[in-house]
């Protein structure tokens, strides 16, 4: 784990530049926003996501996310189909700010082409150098 501006940077995981991340676990891959992206959206009031059973494609929105600053898409970092959904965002979408990488994650996804579409995707070092370059932007 890296800190950067107060942001978290995680090691283990996939990130892509819309802050979602992903995490591979038994083949399957656990997806969730990143901290930079909960602490920019500040206090989240309401997650929306898809259903468990529908399918998302690499760079397409998986649902939406609303705080009391705005509304934002959630970009599916892979492609594949809705295995399980964080039915705990619906009654607590704090979890989000309060745990984005653990307790906040969001979908687990069955991907249908992992290696292919990992490669577009930023490593844990790719992400460092990432939220280096995001942070002297802000």
Do not use: C
């Amino acid at each position: 784990m890296v800190i950067i501006n107060e942001v978290e940077v995680r090691e283990g995981l996939y990130y892509n530049k819309e802050h979602s991340w992903l995490k591979i676990e038994d083949g399957k891959v656990k997806i969730g926003i990143s901290d930079h992206a909960q602490k920019q959206l500040k206090e989240i009031v309401v997650v929306d996501l898809l259903d468990s059973g529908d399918d998302v494609s690499q760079g397409d929105s998986f649902g939406e996310v609303e705080s009391v600053k705005t509304v934002s898409d959630l970009i599916s970092p892979i492609s594949g189909t809705i295995t399980e959904v964080n039915s705990e965002l619906e009654d607590s979408p704090e979890l989000v700010n309060e745990s984005p990488y653990d307790e906040g994650w969001m979908i687990v996804v069955e991907p249908s082409d992992l290696d292919a579409e990992l490669a577009g995707l930023m490593s844990f070092d790719d992400a460092v150098e990432f939220y280096e370059e995001v942070a002297k932007e802000e």
